[in-house]
Nanobody, 118 residues
Framework: QVQLVESGGGTVQAGGSLRLSCVAS???????MAWHRQAPGKEREIVAA????????YYEDSVKGRFTFSKDNNRNTAYLQMYNLKPEDTAVYYC????????????WGQGTQVTVSS
């Protein structure tokens, strides 16, 4: 079982930056980790996903060049560095893990709110 705890959300002005953290307990070598977000009235979407034991990452088009997924294997922690934030980035951000080859994200963090003011 994997437990995930996010932190780092907050309120920033447009153009600002935030770094989200996701501390994981449990072995992650066989998982894909993703940052998801859900804005009010919208469906949840994946913004970035990486194979924990590899280097391949996916980024949603609207965040490419602005968001960076990184990880510290020693600390079992993933980060989402967000630059040039826009009001449309306002959402609750979640980290979640999916077994490699699986079809569902089965472990989720509690979420952290990101609010970008114009």
């Amino acid at each position: 079982q994997v437990q995930l705890v996010e932190s780092g959300g907050g309120t920033v002005q447009a153009g600002g930056s935030l770094r989200l953290s996701c501390v994981a307990s449990g072995q992650l070598d066989y998982y894909v980790m993703a940052w998801h977000r859900q804005a009010p009235g919208k469906e949840r979407e994946i913004v970035a996903a990486c194979v924990w034991s590899g280097y391949n990452c996916y980024y949603e088009d609207s965040v490419k060049g602005r968001f960076t997924f990184s990880k510290d294997n020693n600390r079992n922690t993933a980060y989402l560095q967000m630059y040039n934030l826009k009001p449309e980035d306002t959402a609750v951000y979640y980290c979640a893990v999916e077994p490699r080859g699986g079809t569902d994200y089965i472990y989720w963090g509690q979420g952290t709110q990101v609010t970008v003011s114009s």
